[in-house]
C-alpha cells in the first residue's frame, strides 16, 4: 500500500535537506606495536591522537589549574586536511585535557548556566593552542616528554593516526536548531508510517564520528541550547567519537566536542572555545 505523506511531512523533509553541509571527517588508526618498532611514530608535527606534541623550543606546556601538565587529545595540522570554509587552512590546532576524573570538566554547585559557561569556556583545565606558522626541523623543537607525567585513563587510549576526508550532513535531531527549522514536536506528530519512512530518509544522515565543522553529536542534549549566549552562533571545532579503527571512551559510550564561537573562529582566536562531553 502506497504510503500517504501529509503536507507537513513532505515540507519538513525539503528543510531538513537544505540544511546540508560539509565537514571535515576523521579517521583514526591506532599506531600497532610494529609501527612503535620500526620507529614509524608520526612526526611531532603530524596530525594525531595522543603522541609527542608539535613543541617548539619557546613552547610554554599547558598546565591545569592546580599545576598538573596536561595531556595531548588531539592535534590538527590542517596541511593535512581538505579545505573547508571558514576554518584554519593552514597550521597546527591543539586540543590538551586534563587527566582527572572529568577529563577537565569542571561544574558548579549549585548549577548556575551562566557560571557553567564560564567554566566550559575558561581553559583551566583543558587548553586549545593554535600555532600558525609550523616548523619541520626537529633542531628547533622540543621532541621528548621525559617532563611529562604518566597520564592516567584518556578517552583515547593509544596514539593513533589520522585520516581526512570531506563528506556532508544534514541536522540532525539532537541539534539545537533542529526544533527552530521543524517545530517543537514535530517527530511526535508523525504517523507509523511516516515514522519508518522518516527513518529511512535519515538512515544514511548522522552527527556521529570523528570530526571537523558539520553538526555535533550528544549522548544527553545540545549543550549549546542552555548554555550559550542567543546572540552568538557557536560552531563544532572538534569531535572525538568511537571508531572503528582505535579505542575511543568517553565514559558510557559518550562523546567529546570542542566549539567555537564563529566571530572567533574567523578571528582565529581559540580563547573562545567550548568543551564538552557526556554519555549515557
Known sequence: MDIQFTENFLEKQDIILATKTTFIHIEPFEVNDEESLKKELPKSWYSKYLGLPYMPKNFKYPHSKNGRPLALLAQINFAE??????????????????????WGLEFTDPYDS??????????NNFRVIYHPEIIEDENFLITSVDFLPDFNYLPV?????LEFSLREEVVWHNDYRFERLLGEGFLASLTEEEEKAWADFTEKFTSQG???????DFVQQDVRRFLTPPDENWLLLLQIDWADNARIQWGDSGVGNFFIEEKALGALD????LYNWDCG
Open 81 to 102: 586536511t581538505p579545505k573547508l570554509e571558514g576554518y584554519p587552512t593552514a597550521g597546527i590546532l591543539q586540543f590538551f585535557i586534563a587527566d582527572d576524573d572529568l
Open 114 to 123: 551562566v557560571e557553567q559557561f564560564k567554566l566550559q569556556t575558561s581553559q
Open 157 to 161: 587510549e593509544r596514539e593513533c593516526r
Open 210 to 216: 570523528n570530526k571537523i565543522g558539520g553538526y555535533a
Open 270 to 273: 581559540f580563547s573562545r572555545v
